[in-house]
């Protein structure tokens, strides 16, 4: 399964990458966070992506978030 597959014909996939910097196990310690918000007037819609750290693997430079 793709992403294209779960995409309406207007959809609108975002992809987010971020450079963590130097970071340790209290790296997860934060409440969810508003990331950004965007406004569709068109469709009347509020689009907010957010994130919430779960936990990290320093190890495994493995880093799980929700």
Do not use: C
């Amino acid at each position: 399964m793709s992403i294209y597959n779960h995409l309406s014909d207007n959809g609108i996939f975002i992809f987010s990458v971020f450079n963590t910097g130097n970071i340790d196990v209290n790296w997860a310690d934060y409440p969810e966070e508003l990331d950004w918000e965007y406004i569709d007037s068109e469709n009347d819609q509020i689009i907010r992506a957010t994130n919430e750290k779960i936990s990290i693997d320093i190890e495994s430079q493995i880093i799980f978030l929700n």
